[in-house]
C-alpha cells in the first residue's frame, strides 16, 4: 500500500531504511524522541521529514553496512537514497568494476554483512560463496579442498 504523499507507514520506513520490520517498532518503542504517527486515512502514519531527522541521527553499526555505504552512514542517508528510488542508483550512477575480487576482499565483505541478515540467510550465503570458489577452483584444473579454502581465508 503506498501512502500518501509525504507520509509512511513503519512497513514503509523499514523498506526504505533496509532494516527489518520489528527495528521500527524498536526505534518508536525505545527512544522518546522517535517521531509521533499520526492518524491519517485511518493509518498510522509518519512524516517522511520528521523520520529523516531522526534517521539522520542514527549511525549505522559498521556489521550492518551495505557494500556501498562507508563508516559513519546513518540510516537518514540509506532511507534517503531509497526514496529517491531506481533512478538515484542506477547503473550509470555507480560504476561497477570489472576485476574480479580478490579473496580477501570477498571475506572482508562477507564479515560486513554478518548480523545484517537473519543467520539462516548468512549461512546459505557463505555456502553459495564457497560453492562457487570450488567450482572455479574445480573449473581452473587446481586441486582443491576445503581445508584448504579455510587456510586460504586466514
Same mark, same amino acid.
Given at each position: 500500500?503506498?501512502?500518501?504523499?509525504?507520509?509512511?507507514?513503519?512497513?514503509?520506513?523499514?523498506?526504505?531504511?533496509?532494516?527489518?520490520?520489528?527495528?521500527?517498532?524498536?526505534?518508536?518503542?525505545?527512544?522518546?524522541?522517535?517521531?509521533?504517527?499520526?492518524?491519517?486515512?485511518?493509518?498510522?502514519?509518519?512524516?517522511?521529514?520528521?523520520?529523516?531527522?531522526? !534517521? #539522520? &541521527?542514527? $549511525?549505522? %553499526?559498521?556489521?550492518? /553496512?551495505?557494500?556501498?555505504?562507508?563508516?559513519?552512514?546513518?540510516?537518514?542517508?540509506?532511507?534517503?537514497?531509497?526514496?529517491?528510488?531506481?533512478?538515484?542508483?542506477?547503473?550509470?550512477?555507480?560504476?561497477?568494476?570489472?576485476?574480479?575480487?580478490?579473496?580477501?576482499?570477498?571475506?572482508?565483505? !562477507? #564479515? &560486513?554483512? $554478518?548480523? %545484517?541478515?537473519?543467520? /539462516?540467510?548468512?549461512?546459505?550465503?557463505?555456502?553459495?560463496?564457497?560453492?562457487?570458489?570450488?567450482?572455479?577452483?574445480?573449473?581452473?584444473?587446481?586441486?582443491?579442498?576445503?581445508?584448504?579454502?579455510?587456510?586460504?581465508?586466514?
Amino acid at each position: 500500500m503506498t501512502s500518501p504523499q509525504g507520509f509512511v507507514s513503519r512497513a514503509e520506513i523499514a523498506r526504505l531504511a533496509e532494516v527489518k520490520r520489528p527495528a521500527v517498532s524498536n526505534w518508536e518503542r525505545r527512544h522518546e524522541d522517535y517521531p509521533r504517527p499520526r492518524l491519517v486515512g485511518g493509518e498510522q502514519l509518519f512524516e517522511v521529514e520528521a523520520v529523516l531527522e531522526w !534517521l #539522520d &541521527q542514527r $549511525r549505522i %553499526a559498521s556489521n550492518a /553496512l551495505l557494500p556501498n555505504e562507508r563508516s559513519g552512514a546513518t540510516f537518514g542517508q540509506r532511507f534517503r537514497r531509497n526514496l529517491a528510488g531506481p533512478a538515484a542508483q542506477s547503473p550509470q550512477a555507480q560504476p561497477v568494476s570489472t576485476k574480479r575480487p580478490k579473496t580477501n576482499d570477498l571475506w572482508r565483505t !562477507l #564479515d &560486513q554483512l $554478518r548480523g %545484517a541478515y537473519d543467520i /539462516l540467510r548468512y549461512r546459505d550465503l557463505v555456502l553459495s560463496l564457497i560453492f562457487l570458489c570450488v567450482r572455479r577452483i574445480e573449473m581452473d584444473g587446481h586441486p582443491f579442498s576445503l581445508a584448504t579454502a579455510v587456510i586460504r581465508r586466514r
